[in-house]
């Protein structure tokens, strides 16, 4: 089949046994890859109420139609799962080179299935595809682990791996590759963990047909020439996503003291150009970048060496805890993917627990003698720590902010920053309401990759209350994850602003099928509501409160900052969510209506 | 001009908001403005010689 590598492989970790499929047809025709064959298999075969770290779930990993190809960011893959962390839906994008050499061993989805007896790692190297005993590598960093896998077997090796977080099942683990990519959100880690599989290692050396050589690579010469040519090349590049942080200050969406302000006043000390000067050591890409946006950095004061941090870790672990020394936010960054836990959200649960300690309603002797006031550094790596190895303190953070703060109640509930469960990621939502709108409706929980809508915000008036902007919110989301669906980066459009038509022809001439973005788009919109259908289906109850924000975005104004006396109100958060589920065919409880259903064609995969 | 380039002369003595102002631009919708290759923010007040670039948010996430 033109584009694909044409199976897919099932391991059986409780039987330990391997098998083969055939890519289906029609499944490649209407999911395409990545994202798209990640909602597909769940749906149809994880069933009803499986405990998400149990033997039922089940772990997706796939490829798209454009990674490991000629095509600029065919660096990704996708990995879908019932998430630990939320009940519903887990979706997350990982770069680096795994996706490419996945694709050479001819594999579109690897699905891990049931539980292993004992820690194994999955060995792929072409055809040779075994389950090997991981004993002596459990325990052991991911760091060290992926460097002895490439030690011994050489460089072109790609290794997945789980650090002790995913181990311990802590419900935000993540899957670190490459050193510095991961797949971070939604507890990915944890069910790899529960599976008892430490990591895989994937090596390959077939082609990929494609049903158009000479199409494919004029298309692929032309986009490659785009992102060259493109205006932003340069300080993208020299700056990855760094670039936002003092833009993200300046208008008040630097999430600061637990997202308390929009605007840190030592902020300067993290922006882009000041990390780059200070602890960057040079750019690092995923396969078939052009761009790269890692930066790799050495940190003096503590000897770190690390891909990042990124803006989100920045966010997050600088501003959000009140730090301003970007050589400690890398230290952080450092020690969370060494240990497997997702940045965003660890920093998150330690800016609620350091706001909660600063109230009182912690005290030293809750939180193993550590003072957790914001800017103690020392407490923040003490805490990551413990988080991962669910030890004292650690173990309450370790369950997300959302459970936490409903065994801890005293209000710590209407601070926690989160939608769905999810940690919200490091945008201040106190006032753009389309940002707001698209942490609340994001299908996975309170992230930014799906509809990033500050820049529109501000454009257009960033407290309006309109159709058109809960129409564009909808259109990023049917629009921006169907490069997760293709098996590539949206960056490259996303941030040198490439025409996008460009990928048009490239994916034709791989695939042998034309699709308009119109099409994709349409895709793009099946797959929301199956994603959607899928929350409805696991949660007893699913309904518009679900999508509520939290409290502090339409009660508590930030004292300081540019979005000083600036808040949301409530009925503007209902009313967005209304005309928001009436432009997606949604009841008002938020639910797809039957109508809706019918019409996109997804009657028979429901019912 | 999103996604374009332009070169335009400017006037001293003005900041750099400002400056972004008379020609239409939102300055809410500027990531990152650089005098002479270095970081500067928008209250910057254009000297003569001064080479400035803006770049333009115009995705991120």
């Known amino acids: 089949m033109n584009g694909y590598g044409g199976k897919i492989l099932r391991v059986n970790l409780s039987k330990g046994e391997i098998k083969k499929e055939p890519t289906p047809a029609d499944t490649a025709r209407d999911f395409i890859g990545g994202r798209g064959f990640g909602i597909y298999f769940l749906l149809k075969e994880v069933p009803k109420g499986a405990d998400p770290l149990g033997p039922e779930n089940k772990l997706i990993i796939s490829s798209g139609p454009i990674s490991g190809m000629m095509v600029p960011g065919g660096g990704k893959c996708d990995w879908t799962t019932k998430a630990p962390l939320t009940g519903g839906y887990a979706s997350s994008s990982m770069g680096g080179h795994f996706t490419a050499e996945m694709r050479y061993a001819g594999l579109d989805s690897i699905i891990l299935e049931g539980i292993s007896p004992k820690p194994v790692f999955l060995f792929i190297d072409d055809d040779k595809i075994e389950l090997r005993d991981a004993s002596d590598l459990w325990g052991k960093d991911t760091f060290t682990v992926e460097k002895q896998f490439k030690d011994k077997l050489g460089e072109e090796y790609q290794v997945a791996v789980i650090g002790v977080g995913g181990e311990n099942l802590v419900p935000y683990a993540c899957i670190n590759h490459d050193y510095g990519r991961q797949a971070g959100r939604g507890g990915v880690g944890a069910v790899m963990g529960s599976k008892k599989v430490k990591a895989i290692v994937v090596h390959g050396t077939k082609s990929i047909p494609v049903a158009d050589k000479e199409g494919y690579r004029k298309a692929g010469m032309a986009l490659y020439k785009a992102c060259k040519d493109a205006e932003g090349l ?5 700056y990855g996503t760094t670039i936002v942080v003092s833009w993200c200050d300046e208008v008040g969406a630097l999430p600061t003291r637990n997202f308390s302000a929009g605007s840190f006043e030592d902020g ?54 009140g730090i301003d020394d970007i050589e400690a936010v890398a230290q952080a960054n450092l020690l969370c993917d060494n240990l497997g836990i997702d940045t965003i959200s660890a920093g998150n649960a330690i800016g609620w627990a350091m706001e909660c300690f600063e109230k009182g309603i912690f005290t030293k002797k809750d939180t193993d003698g550590l003072e957790l006031k914001f800017g103690n550094v020392d407490a923040t790596f003490k805490l990551i720590e413990k988080i991962a190895r669910r030890e004292g303190f650690g173990a309450l953070l370790a369950e997300g902010v959302k459970r936490a703060s409903q065994k801890v109640g005293k209000g710590s509930e209407k601070f926690a920053i989160q939608v769905k469960g999810m940690e919200q990621s490091a945008y201040a939502t106190h006032n753009a309401t389309a940002m707001l709108l698209a942490y609340m409706t994001c299908d996975v929980g309170a992230h930014h990759n799906r509809s990033w809508a500050i820049t529109y915000d501000l454009q ?143 009657k028979a995969m429901v019912a | 001009m999103v996604g374009g380039r332009a070169e335009v002369e400017v006037e001293t003595g003005r900041t750099v908001r400002q400056t972004l102002e008379s020609l239409g631009i939102v300055p809410e919708v500027v990531a990152l403005v650089v005098v002479n290759e270095v970081q500067q923010s928008k209250d910057y007040v254009i000297q003569e010689g001064d080479v400035i670039r803006v770049l333009a948010v115009i995705g991120g996430g």
């Not at chain 1, 340069?234 to 020299?238: E, I, L, M, N, P």
């Not at chain 1, 000390?269 to 000067?277: D, I, K, Q, T």
């Not at chain 1, 050591?281 to 690390?306: A, E, H, L, Q, W």
């Not at chain 1, 006396?565 to 009925?571: D, S």
């Open chain 1, 234 to 238: 340069k300080d993208w590049t020299r």
């Open chain 1, 268 to 321: 300067k000390n993290l922006y882009g150009p000041v990390m780059r000067e200070k602890i960057v050591i040079t750019d690092k890409g995923c396969f078939g970048c052009p761009s790269p946006c890692g930066k790799y950095s050495r940190t003096k004061k503590y000897g770190t060496y690390v891909e990042g941090p990124e803006y989100e870790t920045i966010g997050l672990m600088g501003s959000n805890l």
């Open chain 1, 460 to 602: 257009v008036g960033r407290d309006l209350v309109t159709p058109e902007k809960v129409a564009r919110v909808i259109w990023l989301q049917n629009f921006r994850p169907m490069f997760d669906v293709l098996g590539g980066c949206r960056l490259q459009w996303v941030e040198l602003n490439i025409d996008r038509e460009l990928y048009v022809p490239a994916l034709e001439a791989i695939t042998g099928i034309h699709r308009s973005w119109q099409d994709l788009e349409k895709v793009g919109e099946r797959i929301w509501n199956l994603t959607r259908l899928f929350w409805a289906r696991e949660n007893e109850g699913f309904d518009r409160a679900w999508d509520m924000p939290s409290p502090r975005f339409y009660q508590d104004a930030p004292k300081s900052g540019a979005t000083r006396g600036q808040i949301t109100k409530l009925e503007d958060v209902n009313r967005l969510l209304d005309m928001y589920y009436e432009q997606r065919g949604w009841t008002l409880q938020g639910l797809p209506k039957t109508e809706t259903i019918e019409a996109l064609g997804l």
